[in-house]
C-alpha cells in the first residue's frame, strides 16, 4: 500500500461558489465521501482548512526569513484541505479522486505521493533517528 495526499485546490471564483451552495450539503456530501472512504479502509487522515484571511506565510526568500499575513494579494490558486488516503496504486486514488463531491469552476484535486521512509539514504543518522521514532510510536 502506498499513501497519496489528495490535496483540495480551488480558486476564488470556486469560493464565491462554494459561498452560495448551501452549507448543509456541502458538510453532508463530504461527510458521505468520508465515510465511504473509512469503509473501504483507505482514509488515514483529512483535514479542511481555515480562510486563507487567516493565512501567514514565512518566506525564506531572503537571508532572514520575512513573515506576511494573508490573504495573498495575487491568488490564482488557495489550498483548502487534503485527504491522505492509503491505496494499492495511483490509478486507486485517482479513483478515490474522482468520486470526490468537489465542483465548479477551478475546483480541483491534486494527487501526490507520500514519500516513505524507504525513500530516503537508510545510512543517513537523520533517517535512522526518525525511523526509531516512528517505530517506537507505532507507525511503522
Known amino acids: 500500500m502506498t499513501k497519496y495526499m489528495l490535496i483540495m485546490r480551488s480558486t476564488d471564483e470556486t469560493m464565491a461558489v462554494y459561498e452560495n451552495m448551501d452549507f448543509e450539503k456541502i458538510m453532508n456530501d463530504m461527510g458521505k465521501f468520508n465515510e465511504d472512504m473509512v469503509q473501504a479502509g483507505v482514509l ?31 491568488t490564482k490558486e488557495l489550498f483548502n484541505g487534503f485527504w491522505i488516503v492509503d491505496v494499492a496504486s495511483k490509478e486507486e486514488a485517482i479513483e478515490w479522486a474522482k468520486r470526490a463531491p468537489l465542483a465548479g469552476p477551478g475546483s480541483k484535486l491534486e494527487i501526490r505521493r507520500v514519500q516513505q521512509m524507504d525513500d530516503f539514504p537508510q545510512d543517513n543518522e537523520h533517517v535512522q533517528k526518525e525511523r526509531a521514532w516512528r517505530e517506537s510510536t507505532g507507525q511503522l
Open 44 to 74: 488515514v487522515a483529512g483535514e479542511g482548512l481555515t480562510d486563507a484571511t487567516e493565512t501567514v506565510v514565512v518566506d525564506y526568500s531572503s537571508e532572514t526569513p520575512v513573515v506576511t499575513d494573508g490573504p495573498y494579494g495575487e
